[in-house]
């Protein structure tokens, strides 16, 4: 079965700061692989996503991710966070050309202090 | 950003009542997802729907659970016997070249 690991739970960080946010998941075929983020009330908005070819994607609001097929890792990344950055964030796969249901990390709430 | 809203935002219901959350989307969509979040856990998916039929369903979606397409636009989840448990945010979302989009999600509260 599928699953999705983020290690980070809580992370608190400092204006400028650079972000990483790990994700690992547990699949045996190929998969698409997403991260969204969700802002205080607001809904699950999608920040990039990876399908094929580059594994370095960009996203928006200078979020990147980048997919180690070798690690079964999708790593999200910030050089520098800004206050607004303060959210929660979701890493999620779908297998590849089956199913597109998502399956979901726990989720890591990030808090950006100014 | 294509748009789905959700109705309603909040419902509070008494335990064993029946709940119905509606999905909206813009335009003519085929393919929806209902997925939940009870709180401080993670999303977990629910059901999908195409055509008017189930494509999946999850061990969470037992028999107090139904989804439907009453009118041909909107889409409901329907829990006909509430339990405690059942509180959480429920979202559904549509699937457009892959990516899917969310709804702002209905909190529903058993008391």
């Known amino acids: 079965a599928q699953s999705v690991s983020q290690h980070n739970h809580h992370v608190i960080l400092s204006e400028a700061a650079s972000l990483e946010l790990g994700c690992n998941y547990s699949y045996g075929g190929t998969v698409n692989l997403f991260w969204y983020v969700q802002y205080p009330g607001q809904h699950l908005q999608l920040l990039l996503k990876y399908f094929s070819g580059d594994p370095l994607v960009k996203g928006i609001k200078g979020f990147e991710a980048e997919f180690i097929k070798s690690k079964f890792s999708f790593n999200l990344r910030k050089p520098s966070v800004q206050w607004s950055d303060t959210a929660e964030y979701f890493c999620?796969?779908?297998?590849?050309?089956?199913?597109?249901?998502?399956?979901f990390g726990t989720g890591t709430l990030l808090a950006v202090q100014p | 950003e294509p748009e789905v809203t959700q109705t309603p935002s909040h419902q509070v219901t008494q335990m064993g009542q029946e709940v119905i959350l509606r999905c909206v989307p813009i335009?003519?969509?085929?393919?929806f997802y209902w997925y939940r979040q009870i709180l401080g856990q993670k999303v977990e998916f629910l059901v999908s729907f195409y055509n008017n039929e189930i494509s999946e369903k999850s061990e969470i979606f037992d028999d107090q659970f139904s989804v439907e397409r009453p009118d041909g636009s909107n889409f409901t989840l329907k829990i006909r016997s509430t339990k405690l448990e059942d509180s959480a945010m429920y979202f559904c979302a549509r699937i457009i070249r892959g990516e899917q989009f969310f709804g702002p999600g209905t909190r529903l509260t058993v008391l």
């Open positions: 335009s003519n969509h085929l393919y």
């Open positions: 999620a796969v779908n297998a590849r050309g089956a199913t597109n249901k998502l399956i």
